[in-house]
């Protein structure tokens, strides 16, 4: 299985961006898939996440800012980020909790991350 993140870059405070996530391999149900961030110094921390029958939920400080959505059907997840900040700035991880075919467990996966620089 793997987790493959793009559209991370350079920006202005104030511009969007949209990353993007497919999880492939020999997935046999997601359920959870979502991003997390890292900044400069700091640790890791939620973005937001969306289950497999649920609403997308972000964390208070994007809220409204940000948006998740996801393709259940593709195994992919994207995050809209408007109005980014230079505080916003950090590498994103996208994340899927998922069971692989043969397997009756479930546990989590990490894409490789892709950084995110806003400029202010």
């Known amino acids: 299985v793997q987790l493959q993140a793009s559209g991370g870059g350079l920006v202005q405070a104030g511009g969007s961006l949209r990353l993007s996530c497919e999880a492939s391999g020999s997935i046999a149900s997601v359920n959870v898939m979502g991003w997390y961030r890292q900044a400069p110094g700091k640790q890791r921390e939620l973005v937001g996440s969306?289950?497999?029958?649920?609403?997308?939920n972000v964390v208070e400080s994007v809220k409204g800012r940000f948006t998740i959505s996801r393709d259940n059907a593709k195994n992919t997840v994207s995050l809209r980020m408007n109005a980014l900040k230079p505080e916003d700035t950090g590498v994103y991880f996208c994340?899927?909790?998922?069971?692989?075919?043969?397997?009756?467990?479930?546990?989590?996966?990490w894409g490789q991350g892709t950084l995110v620089t806003v400029s202010s």
């Open positions: 969306q289950t497999l029958a649920g609403s997308p």
């Open positions: 994340t899927a909790y998922l069971r692989e075919y043969g397997t009756i467990s479930y546990r989590n996966y």
